[in-house]
């Protein structure tokens, strides 16, 4: 079992937006503003998309945005692509004793 | 522009010592931590640990009793050694450059490349 509760899968249609959500606790997601999300695709190393909670690497389409509410961490993916579909998982910093904690992955499927 | 590569045993049976080595090109080996983390068939990221230029570690409470993450500045090279290991450490192992914010602590922020995994099989 993960320590971040990311849902397992959801699915857009082609110039849709979806939200995924990433739940910690106080310990981790509340406490610090050090939220990462990563898409993965099928055999590939995983691909940073944005950090600290909604900074976007240089590169990365502004189509994807990060926000934070308490305990909730959300990626939003604006205006889905074909090639949006892919797996996707939510970070965080959790102390100086776990130090790092993931979220499941979730399965975005763009219908 | 950095980049990872890794290299290492990818069939182990049970009881043996996992060994893999990430070698950093392109950019600065100092001021970071670099990081392993591993991802079990079919499921989600788990990170191991991670070591910066002087040594410095920490570890997954978790797996610290079985983990021994070493570096070699020499070679811009780290390595990840997991003791004992069973069939449950049948993963995708991938190493990255981790970006660090320093306080009171390190607090670990992102993960930023990354290498192109090593899959490891325990069996017997």
């Known amino acids: 079992q993960s320590a971040l509760t990311q849902p397992a899968s959801v699915s857009g249609s082609p110039g849709q937006s979806i939200t995924i959500s990433c739940t910690g606790t106080s310990s981790d997601v509340g406490s610090y503003n050090l939220v990462s999300w990563y898409q993965q695709h099928p055999g590939k190393a995983p691909k940073l998309m944005i950090y600290?909670?909604?900074k976007r690497p240089s590169g990365v389409s502004n189509r994807f945005s990060g926000s934070k509410s308490g305990n909730t961490a959300s990626l939003t993916i604006s205006g889905l692509q074909a090639e949006d579909e892919a797996d996707y998982y939510c970070?965080?910093?959790?102390?100086?004793?776990?130090?790092?904690?993931f979220g499941g992955g979730t399965k975005l499927t763009v219908l | 522009q950095v980049q990872l590569q890794q290299w290492g045993a990818g069939l182990l049976k049970p009881s043996e010592t996992l060994s893999l080595t990430c070698a950093v090109y392109?950019?600065?080996?100092?001021?970071?931590?670099w990081s392993w983390i591993r991802q079990p068939p079919g499921k989600g990221l788990e990170w191991i640990g991670e070591?910066?230029?002087?040594?410095?570690?920490n570890y997954n409470p978790s797996l610290k009793s079985r983990v021994t993450i070493s570096v070699d500045t020499s070679k811009n090279q780290f390595s990840l050694k997991l003791s004992s290991v069973t069939a449950a450490d049948t993963a995708v192992y991938y190493c990255?450059?981790?970006?660090?914010?320093?306080?009171?602590?390190?607090?670990?922020?992102?993960?930023?490349?990354w290498g192109q995994g090593t899959l490891v099989t325990v069996s017997s």
């Open positions: 970070c965080s910093y959790a102390g100086s004793s776990t130090h790092v904690v």
């Open positions: 070591i910066n230029h002087s040594g410095s570690t």
């Open positions: 600290e909670v909604s």
């Open positions: 990255a450059r981790c970006i660090t914010i320093f306080g009171v602590v390190i607090m670990e922020s992102w993960f930023d490349p």
């Open positions: 392109g950019g600065s080996f100092s001021g970071y931590y």
